[in-house]
């Protein structure tokens, strides 16, 4: 990742590595320090840019690029928010359906989920009392809720699930859905509480909790499993 939308794009393909720098021609990493590694990732960054042209599974062109060629006339701002929205509301809750579904139907498994979701509930209350410790000091509401909230729920999803999988495969997706489905309850259920504070009429319902996209996949998945 680099700032400047070519490095992005560049990056982009090297799928292997990630290289943190400002300047692809003087080889300056993004911290400011011209070392021996620096150096070396412009020609990685070009090797690795080669070979993607010579394979043909890239050609210089980003994914706003091919939309503006299908004919979205948005910006590139707008673009990244309407990819984000179909990336939580349709790419999310099917890796979460294909995380739960991708095993076969095994006991042990189902029962080892069944720890992890105690577990993983148990997690999530330690954090919110740890949380309340923390920032209970804190005069700013706003601020307050906002750290509270960011202590308590991590992006276990978005950036977990491909760590998971990378790391123990399809294995590690399955038990990964397991935690998901704790922390979409809290996030849902106490997270959604949290932040509500100080705004009037609002209420913490049932389907506020489970009629959400995330908690409908993983029940789903858990269904079909």
């Known amino acids: 990742y680099a700032r400047s939308s070519p490095h992005r794009r560049i990056a982009k393909t090297c799928s292997t590595e990630i290289f943190f720098i400002e300047n692809l021609s003087s ?19 070009e090797n690795a840019l080669s070979d993607a042209k010579e394979s043909g599974t890239f050609d210089g062109k980003s994914a706003y690029d091919y939309a503006v060629e299908g004919g979205f006339t948005g910006s590139e701002e707008d673009f990244s928010k309407k990819l984000s929205t179909l990336v939580a509301k349709a790419g999310m809750p099917a890796l979460m359906i294909y995380s ?14 069944i720890w ?16 309340k410790l923390i920032f209970c000091r804190t005069k700013n ?9 960011g202590c308590i729920f991590c992006n276990c999803a ?23 489905v704790t922390y979409n309850l809290g996030c849902w259920s106490y997270g959604v509480m949290l932040m509500a504070k ?16 995330g908690m409908i996949s993983c029940i789903l998945g858990f269904l079909l499993y």
Do not use: Q, R
Not at 32 to 45: M, R
Not at 116 to 131: D, E, P, R
Not at 201 to 209: A, E, F, P, R, V
């Open 158 to 180: 978005f950036i977990g699930y491909p760590i998971l999988g990378a790391l123990f495969g399809e294995t590690g997706l399955f038990y990964g859905a397991f935690y998901v």
């Open 116 to 131: 992890i979701l105690i577990f993983g509930s148990l997690a999530h209350f330690l954090m919110a009392v740890l949380a």
């Open 141 to 149: 509401i706003d601020e307050k809720k906002i750290y509270e909230f």
């Open 27 to 45: 080889a300056v990493s993004a911290n400011g320090k011209e070392d021996d590694n620096a150096k070396t990732v412009p020609l990685l960054i």
């Open 198 to 213: 100080g705004k009037a009429g609002y209420k913490i319902t049932l389907k506020t909790i489970f009629l959400n996209v």
């Open 100 to 113: 739960i579904t991708s095993l076969e139907f095994s006991s042990e498994k189902l029962k080892n989920g």
